[in-house]
Nanobody, 123 residues
Framework: VQLQASGGGLVQAGGSLTLSCAAFGRTFSTYGMGWFRQAPGQEREFVAAINYNGGRTYYTDSVQGRFTISRDNPNNMLYLRLNSLEPEDTAVYYC?????????????????WGQGTLVTVSS
C-alpha cells in the first residue's frame, strides 16, 4: 500500500482543516489505519485510528471531541477532520496503514507510511 497525505496548511486557532490520505493498493479496505503527528523537536505521537471497515475508532485524549477520523473504502481514502484547532496541534501529520484489520495506537504497529502534511495553527 502506498499512501499520500494532503490537506495541511496554515489556519488560525479555532479553525478547521480536513486532511486526506489517498491509498494506492487493492488491500486498503482490509487494513486498520491511523494518523500520527510530529511537532518540531518532538517524537511522533499517535492521534487517531480506525479499523478496516470504519466501525471502530480511537483518539488520543488531547484531540478527543475535536478531531474525527473516517474512511471511504470504495475510493481508497482516509480522512482526519480537525476542528477547534489549537497552536499545540501544529505538526506534520502522517497517515499510516497496518497489515491487519484492527487499528493500533503505536507507531511500530504500522507498516506503511505517507509522506506527511504540515498543519500550522497560529494564535
Amino acid at each position: 500500500v502506498q499512501l499520500q497525505a494532503s490537506g495541511g496548511g496554515l489556519v488560525q486557532a479555532g479553525g478547521s482543516l480536513t486532511l486526506s490520505c489517498a491509498a494506492f493498493g487493492r488491500t486498503f479496505s482490509t487494513y486498520g489505519m491511523g494518523w500520527f503527528r510530529q511537532a518540531p523537536g518532538q517524537e511522533r505521537e499517535f492521534v487517531a485510528a480506525i479499523n478496516y471497515n470504519g466501525g471502530r475508532t480511537y483518539y488520543t485524549d488531547s484531540v478527543q471531541g475535536r478531531f474525527t477520523i473516517s474512511r471511504d473504502n470504495p475510493n481508497n481514502m482516509l480522512y482526519l477532520r480537525l476542528n477547534s484547532l489549537e497552536p499545540e496541534d501544529t505538526a506534520v501529520y502522517y497517515c499510516a496503514s497496518r497489515r491487519v484489520t484492527a487499528y493500533g495506537t503505536r507507531a511500530d504497529e504500522y507498516v506503511y507510511w505517507g509522506q506527511g502534511t504540515l498543519v500550522t495553527v497560529s494564535s
